[in-house]
């Protein structure tokens, strides 16, 4: 039926192109392209592609993908490494003084990005707080994305009662990482591509039950190249964590190399490089 419905859409609407980004939705649309004779395309945004994206490959024209690692599960002669798109903000940050005056921080302060996702993640934001009391020095500061659903539990904490930890339900993106020195986050392949974008050395913590443990695959793939360290959330503790920031912190050099790498798999006009496989 979704089939069906899809083809009675793409008559009227008129594409030349269909781009589908997985999930099962994308099934029913992409195949309705195909069966009207339209140039499909698909963008896998994770290391390892999810099962409807293997499949769809198949039958589509042009596969993008984020990471390089992703092409050997697809078609030969199909591949393009285009990254993961962004929003056009990413190419055109503030600097560091002018994000932090905009959030209300300390221009001069160490300041760590604390983002668990759009919605925030529990036991990361549980992990950071822990944190804080060890790494609070009177020169660093915390600016940390809880997500609604727990804004209200974690302002209750003594920690964050400090005029040095920020918590904010949701952050603009492009203004928070313009303000940071480094991020600890979830690894999911926006984030990633958001603070690779941004050149910010990370420390990432994989969601344990994403599908086929993609996110500590993601994680892989930048601490291979040198921008991050990843902590597994098993084995996570304020202690842990606490000594990772410490010794980064204390090493500028290590801080410094790590950003560049992090630069280096940046790609901020990912989106105008799919919409060139688009149109080519």
């Keep these: 039926m979704g089939v069906f419905r899809a083809r009675r859409i793409l008559k009227k609407f008129g ?90 921080m300390a221009e001069d302060a160490f300041t760590i990005l604390v983002v668990g996702g759009s919605q925030g993640a529990k036991r990361v934001n549980e992990i950071v707080m822990d944190m804080w009391p060890l790494v609070d020095d009177g020169r660093t500061q915390v600016l940390h994305q809880v997500g609604q659903r727990n804004v209200d539990q974690c302002r209750a904490n003594p920690v964050t009662a400090s005029e040095m930890y920020h918590v904010e339900a949701y952050l603009d993106m492009p203004t928070a990482v313009a303000a940071a020195d480094m991020v600890i986050c979830r690894s999911g392949a926006s984030t990633i591509a958001e603070i690779t974008a941004a050149g910010l050395p990370s420390i990432l913590i994989p969601y344990p039950h994403a599908y086929a443990d993609h996110q500590r695959l993601n994680a892989d793939y930048v601490v291979k190249h040198g921008a991050a360290v990843m902590c597994e959330e098993s084995t996570a503790t304020g202690e842990s964590l606490a000594k990772i920031v410490n010794d980064l912190r204390s090493s500028p050099e290590k801080l410094k190399a790590m950003a560049s790498a992090s630069q280096s798999l940046g790609k901020p006009n990912a989106a105008a490089h799919v919409a060139q496989v688009a149109r080519s």
């Excluded at 099962?51 to 993908?65: F, G, P, Q, Y």
């Excluded at 990471?67 to 056009?88: C, D, H, L």
């Design 15 to 104: 594409p030349d192109v269909v781009i589908g980004t997985g999930g099962y939705t994308t099934a029913a649309v992409l195949l309705a392209a195909r069966s009207l004779g339209l140039r499909t395309i698909i963008h896998e945004q994770n290391a390892v592609p999810g099962r409807t994206n293997r499949w769809l490959a198949r039958i589509s024209d042009k596969v993008c993908v984020t990471f390089e690692g992703s092409a050997a599960f697809f078609p030969n002669g199909k591949v393009v490494v285009t990254g993961m798109p962004v929003r056009r903000e990413f190419a055109l940050l503030p600097n560091k003084a002018e994000a932090r005056r905009k959030l209300g």
